[in-house]
């Protein structure tokens, strides 16, 4: 079966810095596009970026736009997010997850998701 397991995420300072990093397990990494989201307490899941299968397309929610990064690297079966300039408001658990079709944006169009991992922004 399909695994997502992500790390990186801890406790950081506004205006610092995080890489997550989500390793899949499975023969398909590489034929899915991947995504990231997030959930703060009392909020819903919410859509953060998304790259293609082959990373030829990246997706960003406006709040996160040019200051996270998307990335994958098929050969080691892992997708990343590099995520600079932090702020309190990115405090969440972050998901990892594979798309199956549909929308980019909506959590209901993944269908393999990650443990999460908590980032905390310190003001």
């Known amino acids: 079966q399909v695994q997502l397991v992500e790390s990186g995420g801890g406790l950081v300072q506004a205006g610092g810095s995080l890489r997550l990093s989500c390793v899949v397990s499975?023969?398909?990494?590489?034929?899915?596009?991947m995504g990231w989201f997030r959930q703060a307490p009392g909020k819903e899941r919410e859509f953060v970026a998304a790259?293609?299968?082959?990373?030829?397309?990246?997706y960003y929610a406006d709040s996160v736009k040019g200051r996270f990064t998307i990335s994958r690297d098929n050969a080691k079966n892992t997708v990343y997010l590099q995520m600079n300039s932090l702020k309190p408001e990115d405090t969440a658990v972050y998901y990892c997850?594979?798309?199956?079709?549909?929308?980019?944006?909506?959590?209901?169009?993944?269908?393999?998701w990650g443990q999460g991992t908590q980032v905390t922004v310190s003001s």
């Open positions: 997850a594979r798309r199956f079709g549909g929308s980019y944006y909506e959590s209901a169009q993944y269908n393999y």
């Open positions: 499975g023969r398909t990494f590489s034929g899915y596009s």
């Open positions: 790259i293609s299968w082959n990373g030829g397309s990246t």
